[in-house]
């Protein structure tokens, strides 16, 4: 084995200055803070970074054919991109992460299912509201009339999601469980380590479609809160802010809402829904 | 497959549907993923700690305090904290010193590598130490310098004593790849997840494919290695 002999003085200083530039990239990268303008930025880079759920059909979800991510909240972020003129980057979320990834600037936009409250106004804007929907539950078939029949059970949901925060506000002597994703809450309930499966209706129907023996499972009409799904954007963008809201309006009254919202909850799909909302600019 | 699907009960089609999804992700109209991220992660992930380890090994072990003890802080920092928070973190890390975009791919490369350094360190460490000192004295007193009997005498020794708990390193970064679904880096595992949470069904084959692929890599990875250390101990046997 060889190596490149220095002079030892010449050798001490490249250990010192090595390890003085791991040190010093260390200490400051924590003080170093992003800055601001993300429009002006995605315009310069020509792509719109946006987070997306990447398995939850059929919001986010990945096509088996085309293995491109595909989904109602896909398709939103498309016209956005199309509004820009620019690219689209799409980034896999989760719950747990998007805030985060969105106020580091690993995202520019978030639509994730996100559902709009005052809380997560306090640290991000949202759009008008994208999709309305309210929260529910799948259980077994039959043994849940009321919600005092879940009064003290077991309920399964995702981490880090609205669902958590408000099925312990309505149920407090539930027993919540939070898991990293929808669908394993559902096996947990196949498997019968929760009684119910909570979250936004739109997301349990395409959940419930899913499972194998589906008709032994129903979605009782017990609503707990309403879920009004929002476009997160980092605090203080407002020009981001004003280009996704006029996206929105424009495909509502263009009838373009209506066709993407058909697409994936029309009556061919695998959760059909009705579109009892539009959207506008007061929610 | 028809016999084991018979038997278990089991439906691998879903495999057979998701084929190439499993193999490369969405490459190439997406960014590349599956086996062929993860073999590629751990491919990068193993070269570069294999040198970052030698290097952090050596400076641990260096005469001059200055150089020792913070390369030992920052190895002891590194192997007391979970690997997953090192992603984690470094995903928030970097992008604010490099920039945004920094991407994802390279940031997990950099945790595993720095992560998995750390632990080769001290795998070097113990190889140097190991050496007898008797080596040292006499390498010296025949009038070579500490570097020249360092890489000439004691590193030749020491590294082929290393091989085996390298090896072991390595394997174990393998499948540690796994944890980069945590920054949404579509590996096997995170492919595995977004298959199986759309199709809800088949979790048990999903996730039995899996552990046979990682089972496959790690062990061909292990095979590789003893042909190498076989062949480097013959031909010093030879010489």
């Known amino acids: 084995m060889t190596c490149i002999q220095f002079p030892s003085k010449v050798q001490s200083k490249i250990q010192f200055l090595v390890v003085f530039v791991s040190l010093i990239s260390i200490l400051t990268g924590i003080s170093l803070a992003a800055h601001a303008d993300v429009l002006g930025d995605v315009k310069k880079k020509g792509t719109l970074v946006v987070g997306v759920k990447d398995s939850l059909p059929p919001f986010g979800y990945v096509d088996e054919k085309s293995r491109d991510i595909v989904g109602y909240d896909i398709d939103m972020a498309k016209a956005v991109a199309k509004k820009l003129g620019v690219k689209l980057e799409l980034k896999p979320v989760t719950s747990a992460n998007r805030f985060p990834m969105l106020?580091?600037?690993?995202?520019?936009?978030?639509?994730?299912?996100?559902?709009?409250?005052?809380?997560?106004?306090?640290?991000?804007?949202?759009?008008?509201?994208?999709?309305?929907?309210?929260?529910?539950?799948?259980?077994?078939?039959?043994?849940?009339?009321?919600?005092?029949?879940?009064?003290?059970?077991r309920i399964g949901t995702a981490k880090?999601?609205?669902?958590?925060?408000?099925?312990?506000?309505?149920?407090?002597?539930?027993?919540?469980?939070?898991?990293?994703?929808?669908?394993?809450a559902v096996l947990a309930l196949q498997q019968g380590k929760v009684q119910a499966v909570t979250t936004d209706e739109?997301?349990?129907?395409?959940?419930?479609?899913?499972?194998?023996?589906?008709?032994?499972?129903?979605?009782?009409?017990?609503?707990?809160?309403?879920?009004?799904?929002?476009?997160?954007?980092?605090?203080?963008?407002?020009?981001?802010?004003?280009?996704v809201n006029s996206t929105l309006l424009e495909m509502e009254s263009s009838g373009d809402a209506d066709k993407v919202f058909a697409q994936w909850f029309g009556p061919n799909s695998a959760a059909p829904l009705k579109r009892t909302f539009k959207i506008t600019a007061e929610k | 497959m028809e016999f084991i699907n018979s038997i278990f009960g089991l439906d691998f089609s879903v495999i057979r549907d998701n084929w190439l999804f499993f193999l490369v992700g969405r490459y190439p109209n997406g960014p590349m993923g599956g086996v062929a991220l993860t073999l590629t992660l751990a491919v990068g992930s193993v070269f570069f700690s294999g040198i970052g380890g030698l290097i952090l090994g050596l400076l641990a072990v260096s005469q001059r305090r200055w150089v020792r003890w913070p390369v030992n802080i920052i190895i002891q920092t590194f192997r007391g904290v979970p690997l997953l928070m090192v992603i984690f973190w470094f995903y928030f890390f970097l992008p604010a010193v490099f920039g945004k975009g920094f991407p994802e791919i390279s940031t997990v490369l950099i945790a595993l590598t720095v992560f998995t350094s750390a632990y080769m360190s001290q795998i070097v460490k113990a190889g140097i130490e190991a050496i007898p000192r008797g080596q040292w004295e006499a390498g010296v007193s025949s009038g070579l310098s500490r570097r020249q009997v360092l890489w000439q005498i004691v590193l030749p020794q020491a590294l082929r004593h290393m091989i085996p708990?390298?090896?072991?390193?390595?394997?174990?970064?393998?499948?540690?790849?796994?944890?980069?679904?945590?920054?949404?880096?579509?590996?096997?595992?995170?492919?595995?997840?977004?298959?199986?949470?759309?199709?809800?069904?088949?979790?048990?084959?999903?996730?039995?494919?899996?552990?046979?692929?990682?089972?496959?890599?790690?062990?061909?990875?292990?095979?590789?290695?003893?042909?190498?250390?076989?062949?480097?101990?013959?031909?010093?046997?030879?010489?």
């Open chain 1, 103 to 153: 106020s580091e600037g690993n995202v520019d936009l978030v639509i994730a299912t996100t559902t709009k409250n005052p809380e997560r106004a306090a640290q991000v804007d949202f759009s008008h509201a994208y999709f309305l929907t309210g929260q529910k539950f799948i259980v077994a078939k039959g043994k849940v009339k009321t919600l005092q029949d879940l009064d003290t059970a």
């Open chain 1, 160 to 184: 880090g999601s609205t669902s958590e925060k408000n099925v312990a506000t309505s149920l407090p002597k539930a027993k919540v469980l939070s898991y990293d994703d929808y669908p394993q």
């Open chain 1, 202 to 243: 739109a997301i349990l129907a395409g959940l419930l479609a899913k499972m194998p023996n589906k008709d032994k499972y129903e979605i009782p009409d017990l609503k707990i809160s309403d879920e009004p799904y929002g476009i997160a954007i980092k605090k203080g963008e407002k020009g981001l802010v004003d280009v």
């Open chain 2, 165 to 239: 708990s390298f090896v072991n390193q390595f394997v174990s970064l393998i499948k540690d790849t796994s944890l980069a679904f945590i920054v949404g880096v579509s590996e096997l595992t995170h492919v595995a997840t977004q298959v199986n949470n759309r199709t809800l069904n088949y979790p048990t084959e999903i996730f039995l494919f899996i552990a046979v692929v990682y089972f496959v890599i790690c062990s061909a990875f292990t095979a590789l290695s003893r042909q190498l250390e076989a062949r480097t101990t013959s031909a010093n046997a030879n010489r």
